[in-house]
């Protein structure tokens, strides 16, 4: 591991330097929203239709909502959610089903998108919280949290051992769509292209502006007038995520600090962590979005042991040290630029 001071960061914004806000004849442009943020698509095609595009991207997206979104009072995750055991789920379900059972079990349990109750009865969710979450109740909702009370059938269904559990790929989601429309893109042959979901990014080929690979930026967010980066990244054929709580802490009115908190989905306590970000390089996206969030609730020696581990995964965190300083630690693979 490769560690180094930092000056001052408490949020990540990706930044693509690289691409053009501008539609030019090298670089074409798709924006829009999806998933409850942003998202962006660049690339290298002079002879694809833009229009044809945004309707093939905006069909992609309406049957991963269909599938997985919580805010559609009918998808499929959220019947499953209210008790329907009848659901046939799609095959993106399955696959971001099983993905979430492969991380579960490789982060030891760390990573579980069924702790939703807990994040909220503690307060960092979106549903209102006291902020106290008394030993009674904690043990109640770990009753029905836990990725080892469901399972996927052969017929295709989903299984709960408590009606009360309920799914939340938001962890997954982003990055498996950012890959359903890389693998869309390369369908069309088109061999150099950014797809970017709320941060969540899969690049090849090369930036049609500078005709080398895509960088991404890192934004310091303490900063002013002027803008400035934390780091840079060359991206190629490669996907990125990254997690943080740097929108999730309190300030510490006597000393100042940070009181940055994660849920630990194994006990159900809510514990102060130093991680304040992380972010993961993997070959697909689906895979990046799940380990960054996993790296944001493991102990931190852990995770730095479980993806050095990885032959497939590199990492970059940002913590928060004993003195209140931020520092930057890479993994030993993490491209230094």
């Avoid at 999806?34 to 309406?62: H, M, P, R």
């Avoid at 959220?78 to 059972?101: C, E, M, P």
Wanted: aromatic share 10%; hydrophobic share 35%; charged share 25%.
């Amino acid at each position: 591991m490769v560690l180094k001071k930092l000056f001052s960061c408490s949020v990540l914004l990706l930044f693509l330097i690289c691409c053009d806000s501008d539609h030019t004849k090298e670089n074409k442009k798709i924006n829009g929203f999806a998933l409850g943020t942003s998202y962006s698509i660049s690339y290298a095609d002079l002879s694809l239709n833009e229009n044809i595009l945004e309707k093939e991207v905006d069909s992609i997206l309406k049957i991963i909502n269909s599938s997985m979104s919580t805010y559609l009072p009918d998808s499929d995750i959220s019947r499953i959610n209210n008790g329907d055991s009848l659901v046939i789920v799609d095959k993106h379900f399955q696959k971001v089903y099983n993905t979430a059972k492969l991380v579960w079990e490789k982060t030891g349990g760390y990573f579980d998108p069924t702790v939703g109750a807990l994040v909220n009865a503690y307060g960092f969710g979106p549903e209102p919280s006291a902020y106290v979450v008394s030993d009674e109740m904690r043990d109640e909702i770990l009753t029905y949290t836990g990725w080892d009370k469901t399972y996927l059938t052969t017929k295709k269904t989903i299984q709960k051992t408590n009606p009360k559990l309920s799914f939340d790929f938001n962890a997954l989601a982003k990055g498996y769509t950012v890959d359903l429309i890389s693998d869309h893109l390369r369908s069309k042959n088109i061999s150099s292209f950014l797809v970017e979901i709320g941060g969540e990014i899969v690049a090849q080929g090369f930036s049609p502006k500078t005709k080398k690979v895509w960088r991404i930026a890192i934004d310091d967010p303490n900063q002013s007038e002027e803008r400035k980066f934390i780091k840079l990244i060359s991206l190629n054929n490669a996907a990125l995520a990254t997690s943080g709580n740097y929108r999730k802490y309190k300030i510490n009115k006597e000393t100042g600090k940070r009181s940055v908190h994660s849920i630990n989905p194994k006990t159900g306590n809510s514990f102060p962590t130093e991680v304040l970000s992380a972010s993961v390089l993997a070959e697909t996206c689906m895979i990046a979005d799940a380990y960054a969030t996993a790296l944001m609730v493991m102990p931190f020696t852990d995770s730095m042991a479980l993806i050095e581990s990885e032959s497939n995964l590199e990492a970059y965190w940002i913590i928060e040290n004993e003195d209140g300083g931020v520092e930057e630690i890479v993994s030993s693979g993490f491209p230094s630029e």
